[in-house]
């Protein structure tokens, strides 16, 4: 660090600046020394800037879009530089912003229909909102109280990520301002915000909308007002968003992110979205929402709608893979139906527990594992489903696994054969011109086993349905013993460090289960860093293609 010395240290540009009889606004913005002469503190600077004119001046810079034709400087540095004088958290210059009733007026005319919402200046915009909700949060939330517009607004610009933000933390799903403010919400019980928001899912068909309306949602499921908590988990509510998956003309990416907050009321603890880490990153995870046996009740009522879109016999799209194709690709739809499935058999619900038996949900589930052998998501949701049931209290459940779903027989039969098989009314057909290719879920089945050895031996339902197998039996000594021989890195010659070496085999995968990763979540990275450029411009055209195939 450098510390200034009279006689020293070379006057500081910005102050030079000042000196002069006559100064513009602009000449400090375009001086790149004034953000850390703002963090300094910097009097004269400061008693400028806090001046209405000048606040004013920066939140046009921060909102008013310019012509195409305009100098950069005005474009991007100064909207920039801007921004970063609001986020300084100088409290002279808020409280001239928030004090006063047309600056506000202002700042939030950016969220009317007929103002232009630029992603760069929605993000300006997000920027110093939030700087606001943190620094100033009860004169903020007292002008939004008297402006509930405001609401209705940022709910239809939902779609754009940074005003998404804004609205997640002034309907209070962030435990920083509503765990010290909670009485500036109250408001709120007297809103319809959520209704709104999930109706987002109904009247428009933008799949960046739909996500941001469940990431919304889902956030409210792990941090929010009483009154926003109950409301979220009531049946009818539950209702309405099976209402709008299930609506037949709707894109599948409405029934995807709807049952993802169906998930998360299930189990609050889970990531049901990659594209807001983040900000959850951040927070420490308050009161949790819980789903009632009435909410459950509610979901269950739609469980064999959503089972008819398991069926992939009547579909007939088809997609290209280098080992053959799919006819019909699983979809992200059928993955997060299989996902849910896997989440409500968690929850230790027996009414879930023996509706799923009745329906079929499990059995359709563990069928879809062995005819999508390369789809590792399904995988990971299906082997969690084998072992919930395995490891549940009910011999209803094991028995279902083990009898009706014929797990083990499935599993000795995709052993026995271990390339793709060439039947007809598969959907994943291997290629006319190479040798059918190896099944890609074999590293699922060895962990399913192993699992069904371990619990057979405190089971007596489980050891004794193994043991009458002879093929199983032989299968388990001539092929997994030596498996897991193979696999285990302990035996390795190369060798781990020492220091792990008194840590059982397991522990590496019970943290990864107790992460409880979104797996389909994760999914959808690709498509995101390909929507949002991350790629350099050689990938654009394959991207693209990439976004068109983005359901299947």
Known sequence: MFWRMTGLSAASPVDTILDKENFTLEELLDEDEIIQECKALNSRLINFLRDKAQVEQLLRYVMEEVP??????????????????????????????????????????????DHPHSTLLSGYFSKVVICLMLRKTAPLMNYVQGHPEIVVQLVDLIGITSIMEVLIRLIGADENIYSNYGDTMQWLENTDVLEMIADK???SDSPEVHANAAEILCAVTRCAPPSLATKICSPSFVGRLFHHALEESRPKSVLVHSLSVCIS??????????????????????????????????????????????????????LPTPYGYLRPPLGKHRLKIVE????????????????????????????????YPYNNFLHHHVENIIVSCLEGKRTELIEHVLNDCDTVGKILVAERLSSLSTESNAPTVPSE???????????????????????????????????????????QTNVLVKRNE????????????????????????DDYRDRDYDVAALANNLSQAFRYGIYSNDDIEEAQGSLERDDE
């Open 486 to 509: 193979v696999e285990n890195v302990y035996h390795w010659a190369c060798g781990r460090p020492t220091s792990l070496h008194d840590r059982g085999r397991d522990s590496d995968d």
């Open 265 to 318: 009321l299930l189990d609050p603890k889970r990531l049901a979205s990659a594209s807001y880490q983040a900000f959850r990153s951040n927070l420490s995870h308050g009161a949790l929402v819980t789903a009632s046996p009435e909410t459950v009740d509610g979901m269950l009522e739609s469980l064999g709608n959503l089972l008819k879109l398991l069926d992939t016999s009547s579909a007939e799209n088809i």
């Open 68 to 113: 195409e034709d305009s100098e950069k400087k005005r474009s991007f540095k100064f909207p920039f530089i801007a921004c970063e004088i609001f986020t300084c958290e100088i409290d002279v210059i808020l409280r001239t912003l928030v004090e006063d009733e047309e600056l506000m007026d202002l700042l939030f005319s950016f969220v009317k229909p």
């Open 433 to 475: 011109e190479k040798a059918p290719p190896r099944i890609g879920n074999v590293g699922h089945m060895t962990r399913i086993a192993n699992k069904l050895i371990q619990l057979g031996n405190s089971n007596s339902i489980i050891q004794a349905h193994l043991q009458e197998n002879t093929e199983w039996v032989e299968w």
């Open 340 to 371: 849910f499935i896997s989440v409500l058999l968690t929850i230790g619900s027996e009414t879930a527990e023996k509706e799923l038996i009745r329906q079929s949900a499990i059995k359709r589930s563990i069928d879809l594992f062995f005819e």
């Open 201 to 203: 899912f109904s009247s």
